[in-house]
């Protein structure tokens, strides 16, 4: 079964082809240079991106599969993501949606957003690699700029959360922290670089927040506003460099710091998962997993438990895809769980994996 998906959940705007967990086609155009001299996503200028950006991205997907212009006999379903994300992004994927599924009498298939992130390391390329099968039940991890939980994978479709974030999510910790010190947006990135050239280790020691906790939850707010307050005695202006000079600071020990404290907090939580649940095969996805450094944690923290982990094959599997909400929607497909009421079909910002 052939799938055109849309994820328009944030600042890419993406389209993909699938057939079942083989991608076909996969289009993503990027946002990150429009909200970048902002330093973070602005809600009206991602909503005209994906306005402008949509029709071209169908157009390049369908071309690339080889999809006649005036015709899609060879799509059979039409998918999109309904949520988690930002409101009016999501309101252009789903607008869209609805209206190929329209034009060309096809049915139409919601997804979470999240459920994407539990798939993606399943995702396969054209000629079916990477070959892993499921052996569930998996214990999920997310960690992304908005979600950071924990999430029993107990069959196809079938899910438990079990732990979440109370406030902001891990990305989303490092992104702001980047911002403090002038290092600009998206901020994981650079403070993964910094960090390997401090040699990732822990020089000033900050909180690690909600360990003491006998719950699986998350809050990184408090870790933030603990950064902020030891950087507050410094002037700190938009180069960054120089945040550190009246206190003899160094900005790359400050990165591997605040990301070992992060990372420490993940990895902890993670462990404590493992044995409330027992359950030692790991899936770990979301943009935070693109990080090496966070990988060979948790490759370190399995072997300690004779466990595995997997993670998204591809590197843009990590971030916002449509090819992960294609693989689910063909797995929705099979049981008929396609939308009953085109037009009915809404937005849910905050849309929860059940």
């Not at 009016?88 to 919601?110: F, R």
């Amino acid at each position: 079964m052939n799938i055109l998906a849309i994820d328009t959940s944030c600042d890419e705007t993406s389209v993909a082809i699938t057939d079942g967990r083989k991608i076909l086609s996969n289009v993503i155009y990027s946002q990150v240079l429009l909200h970048k001299k902002w330093g973070g996503v602005v809600p009206s200028i991602a909503k005209r991106a994906h306005e402008e950006r949509i029709d071209f991205i169908v157009k390049e997907a369908t071309k690339k599969f080889q999809v006649p212009n005036s015709k899609f006999q060879t799509i059979d379903c039409i998918a999109v993501t309904q949520g988690p994300g930002l409101a009016v992004a999501l309101e252009v994927g789903i607008k869209k949606a609805k209206e190929l599924a329209k034009k060309y009498n096809k049915k139409l298939i919601s997804v979470n957003h999240l459920e994407g992130h539990l798939y993606s390391p399943f995702v396969q390329n054209s000629r079916g690699n990477p070959k892993i099968d499921f052996k569930f039940p998996y214990l999920g991890l997310i960690i992304s700029g908005g979600h950071t939980e924990f999430v029993i994978f107990k069959n196809h479709l079938e899910y438990e959360v079990i732990g979440s974030t109370l406030d902001d999510a891990a990305g989303e910790a490092l992104d702001k922290t980047a911002k403090l010190l002038g290092l600009g947006y998206p901020g994981g990135p650079v403070i993964e670089r910094l960090a390997k050239e401090a040699g990732n280790k822990d020089f000033h020691n900050f909180p690690r927040p909600m360990l003491k906790s006998n719950d699986l939850n998350f809050s990184f707010s408090g870790l933030k506003t603990s950064f902020y307050y030891f950087l507050r005695p410094c002037v700190i202006p938009s180069d960054g460099a120089k945040a550190t000079e009246s206190r003899n600071l160094d900005i790359r020990q400050l990165a591997s710091s605040f990301q070992e404290a992060v990372f420490d907090t993940l990895i902890k939580k993670t462990e404590r998962a493992i044995k409330q649940t027992e359950i030692k095969r790991l899936i770990v996805g979301g943009g935070v997993i693109a990080n090496l450094y966070l990988r060979k944690l948790f490759r370190d923290l399995v072997k300690r438990h004779n466990g595995s982990v997997l993670f998204p094959s591809y590197k843009y599997l990590t971030g916002d895809n449509a090819a992960m909400i294609g693989v689910i929607a063909g797995f929705k497909a099979e049981k008929g769980l396609f939308v009953k009421n085109i037009d009915g079909l809404d937005r849910i910002p905050r849309f929860n994996i059940s």
